[in-house]
């Protein structure tokens, strides 16, 4: 399995990153994405990066939660990086319209717009964060389907019909923990009529901990909770699941091959 979106480097993990390492590799990840935040997270996302290099991946982005009054020096910043050296996707990037406690909505849609515009010039994926703005942001995305670019809108949570206009522009619905939640139907009403050829796997640690460890700080090695969740709910092996979301990773993000994927399904 793959975890396309964690955020291993934040100080939650600061006393024991090597045994969450240890377990995810025991659990079967084999490559763990790590989505920047702001302007603050690049050199520990870079120095996080570094004690793992072939099993931790960069993105480099501008949150919309982290967007402050100098969004231009901001933007200026993470653009730096972005041309410096190799990353697997722009993000975390997108809209947050929750309780509008963020910056404008234009002042966020702007700063979404820039990042996306980079993406395409660089010929990466971008993993959205779409709180309360997934229909903004399909409106918004899908004027950049048609130049190309692709990505994934993490952690899903939307309707079926949002997820079909998703899908049929390209991009992935993320799908973590959440999924889990007992008064969530994200699966029945979404996954079910949907399957996996537009599902990746992610986790979103050390957020959202999937039912048995909620309430806990989430880890890349609980993917697996999630993985079995959806083998049951699609009446699948569970290495099925493995095997379509790290190709579906794969096809999505610039990453070197997995050994083994399709055994056993």
């Not at 396309?4 to 079967?28: C, I, M, N, S, Y």
């Not at 994934?152 to 939640?181: E, M, N, P, S, W």
């Amino acid at each position: 399995m793959i975890d396309t979106h964690a955020h291993l480097f934040l100080p939650e993990f600061a006393k024991d990153l090597d045994e969450v390492v240890r377990r995810a590799k025991q659990t079967g990840i084999t490559k763990i994405l790590l989505p920047n935040i702001d302007e603050t997270t690049i050199d520990p996302l870079h120095q996080t990066v570094k004690l793992y290099p072939e099993y931790f991946y960069p993105m480099m982005g501008l949150h919309p939660l982290s967007i402050k009054d100098n969004w231009h020096d901001q933007l200026a910043i993470i653009k730096t990086h972005l041309d410096k050296q190799q990353y697997v996707a722009v993000g975390e990037v997108g809209l947050d319209f929750y309780r509008d406690y963020g910056m404008p909505r234009n002042v966020q849609e702007q700063v979404l717009e820039t990042q996306l515009e980079w993406a395409l010039e660089k010929g990466l994926p971008v993993s959205l964060h779409t709180r309360n703005a997934i229909d903004r942001t399909i409106e918004i995305v899908s004027q950049y389907a048609k130049k190309g670019l692709k990505g994934v809108f993490h952690c899903f949570t939307g309707t079926y019909d949002q997820a079909r206009k998703i899908l049929d522009l390209g991009f992935y619905l993320g799908i973590g923990g959440v999924i889990t939640f007992p008064k969530v139907k994200l699966g029945e009403e979404v996954i079910k009529k949907v399957g996996l050829d537009g599902i990746v796997l992610e986790t979103d640690a050390p957020y959202l901990a999937p039912q048995p460890r909620r309430g806990r700080r989430n880890e890349s090695a609980y993917l697996k909770y999630v993985a079995e969740f959806l083998a049951k709910l699609l009446n699948i092996p569970v290495e099925k699941v493995d095997a379509i979301t790290t190709q579906n990773a794969l096809n999505l993000f610039p990453l070197p091959p997995t050994d083994d994927i399709g055994q056993d399904t």
